[in-house]
């Protein structure tokens, strides 16, 4: 039974190290990470190290420098601009190799912004998504175990010409039992954009994505997260997966993924 993401298991110089469970396995491979897992765990160094700061996440961007095993990873951050009203901080993920060496596998990368009483201004671009009846729709990888296991999805009806929408919701925690934060939960589930809003066959191509960009007008509140996203696939390879991303109380932000497209 999966029952967290991460397991920590203690610290080796500057990094925390953790054990990834069955529930990082990835719908394209079970030897591979999903995306969403990763974003969560690095946003979790990126909140720790902004603890006290005043400053909060307007923008995470994970980049995903290669393949991530199913495996005992290290994670530490790093302030790389400091600021008092804006700040840049990074986090990578780390794997050993045989060998004795090691490689970089993810990377995030947070701007952080002074917050200050705006409530008076503050406005949405979008309605809030209001959840209805789920589709009865098969998940595209319905049978696929691992991380897809810890997430419920829910499907919303929407016309042929409109993006796809789905509501989810986190199933278990990231790290051990530990508390999850909203925004940890929020990035647990985002990096799913892609496969929300496909648009090809997944028998026919892979597209998977090699980054996520999460733009955050307002932190996200609560356990449940409704995505509305659309791919768009090039005719040379690329694609790209846009996505509007609401909480219970409204919009919060985008979310943007740039894919490789290939056939199967």
């Excluded at 060998?99 to 596998?105: D, I, W």
């Excluded at 929407?158 to 990035?187: H, I, N």
């Excluded at 960009?213 to 690329?238: K, M, N, Q, T, Y």
């Amino acid at each position: 039974m999966i029952d967290c993401l991460f397991r920590s298991v203690g610290v080796d110089g500057e990094f925390e190290v953790f054990d990834s469970t069955d529930g990082t396995r990835s719908n394209w491979g079970p030897q591979i990470q999903h995306g969403s897992p990763p974003l969560a765990l690095l946003t979790r160094a990126v909140e720790r190290l902004a603890d006290g700061t005043g400053m909060r996440v307007g923008r995470l961007t994970l980049d995903i420098l290669g393949a991530i095993p199913v495996t005992q990873v290290k994670v530490r951050a790093w302030v790389d601009r400091p600021g008092a009203r804006i700040a840049l901080m990074v986090a990578e993920m780390v794997v050993d190799r045989a060998g004795g060496n090691s490689r970089t596998v993810a990377r995030v990368t947070a701007w952080l912004l002074a917050t200050t009483e705006t409530a008076d201004a503050a406005q949405d671009r979008y309605p809030p998504m209001i959840e209805g009846d789920p589709v009865d729709t098969i998940h595209a990888w319905h049978d696929a175990e691992g991380y897809l296991e810890t997430v419920e999805w829910r499907w919303q009806r929407t016309a042929p010409d409109e993006a796809f929408a789905a509501w989810m919701t986190p199933l278990v925690p990231l790290v051990d039992s530990e508390p999850t934060t909203a925004l940890q939960r929020l990035a647990m589930v985002v990096d799913c954009a892609n496969g929300a809003g496909a648009v090809l066959d997944p028998a026919r191509f892979a597209f998977m994505n090699t980054d996520t960009v999460v733009h955050l007008h307002r932190l996200p509140e609560g356990h449940d997260f409704g995505l509305r996203a659309r791919a768009s696939i090039g005719p040379d390879g690329v694609g790209v997966t846009t996505a509007e991303i609401f909480d219970r109380g409204g919009f919060i932000g985008t979310c943007a993924q740039t894919l490789l497209v290939q056939r199967q």
